[in-house]
């Protein structure tokens, strides 16, 4: 029998076969289970001596149904390494990555092309004291700004401490720097504001570039200079052409409104032209204007020695205008469809050279 079971299992080519083979020896009604009932009818003599044939028959037919599976696993797997092959030429699975957000973009922009300039990044905190955020830039007290309807206002202060607040411009950031930095100043202060409106083209926290300089002998020509540069440099364009309007802001005097020529091209807005024909106009892009005598004074210099100035606009309708978005609430949606559209690759760095909105 004993060779006859070895033959079957030696003979079986699929785990099917050796399966079969093992239940007809092995399973509940095997030849050699059967065997092993055998010995429950014998005599303790005949157990002794027929009981190690049959248990060594079935140890024989076990380990070579092992050996026979284990084999046939073997060359199946031999047989689907040499049919699947890797081909290492193929280019591999781009793994899904992030974008970089329009805003974090054109802050990056930002910098590149005033570092060219000679500016400097500065930052300050967003939560501010009443002083810096409206007392030191020449803000009234009655002045609508400084209503609880248009400014987040932390709960008062004990004991008479100054007003704290959400800022509402990134101007605390100057007054911070010309107290704590002899001028010359060259700056730009970009980061989150907040204040209390809301529709498509205003949101409660939005971001803003603020831009100062104070030395000897600044002017009205400086301030347009810089201005042009800035905005031929960041809409990648030379026929940029500015207007500047006289306007009132508390920290500055002289003031103007900056306006920019533009033209329409299949229906949409261009930056770019006089503002005059083809449908075009001028719009607004900033404020700006010579920094107010008493600011100075507030940050502890002498106005009469030095004088500077000050402009300022939202980074997100910057952005706006550069790229194409028509409406500032979709900026902090987080919906991934608008960022894989309107986003940049992490490697999208802005260069001069390179053109800053590559």
């Not at 930002?110 to 500065?122: M, Y």
């Not at 940050?299 to 205008?321: S, V």
Request: aromatic residues 8%; charged residues 20%; hydrophobic residues 40%.
């Amino acid at each position: 029998m004993q060779a006859d079971l070895l033959a079957q299992i030696a003979a079986a080519g699929t785990p099917d076969a050796i399966e079969a083979v093992r239940v007809s020896a092995l399973g509940k009604s095997g030849s050699v289970t059967g065997l092993l009932k055998t010995l429950g009818g014998m005599s303790p003599e005949e157990r002794q001596t027929t009981g190690p044939r049959i248990h060594a028959l079935r140890e024989a037919v076990t380990e070579a149904l092992t050996g026979r599976k284990a084999g046939l696993e073997r060359a199946a797997l031999d047989a689907r390494l040499a049919d699947e092959t890797l081909d290492m030429t193929l280019p591999a699975d781009v793994p899904a990555a992030g974008t970089v957000h329009p805003v974090s973009q054109v802050m990056d922009e930002l910098a590149e092309i005033f570092a060219d300039l000679g500016f400097a990044v500065a930052t300050g905190p967003e939560i501010e004291d009443d002083w810096h955020n409206f007392t030191a830039l020449n803000i009234p007290e009655s002045h609508p700004a400084r209503a609880m309807h248009d400014t987040f206002y932390f709960p008062d202060q004990p004991d008479g401490e100054r007003k704290m607040l959400l800022r509402t411009h990134t101007s605390p950031v100057q007054i911070r720097t010309m107290v704590d930095q002899k001028p010359p100043i060259r700056i730009i202060a970009p980061g989150r504001t907040y204040r209390s409106d809301s529709d498509a083209t205003h949101t409660p926290m939005f971001h803003q570039v603020e831009g100062l300089v104070i030395d000897k002998g600044i002017t009205l020509g400086h301030l347009k200079w810089t201005l042009e540069t800035f905005l031929k440099a960041f809409f990648e364009r030379d026929d940029i052409v500015l207007r500047l309007r006289p306007s009132y802001f508390p920290f500055t005097e002289p003031s103007a409104e900056v306006d920019v020529g533009y033209s329409v091209v299949n229906g949409k807005r261009v930056i770019g032209g006089s503002g005059g024909g083809n449908g075009g106009g001028w719009m607004e892009v900033l404020g700006s204007g010579m920094v107010h005598p008493k600011v100075i004074a507030a940050c502890g210099l002498d106005p009469d020695q030095w004088q500077g100035f000050a402009f300022g606009c939202g980074i997100d309708r910057l952005a706006m205008l550069k790229y194409g978005m028509d409406d500032l609430r979709a900026f902090f949606d987080g919906d991934i469809r608008w960022l894989k559209h309107y986003g940049f690759a992490a490697l999208d760095v802005p260069t001069l050279s390179g053109g800053v909105g590559a």
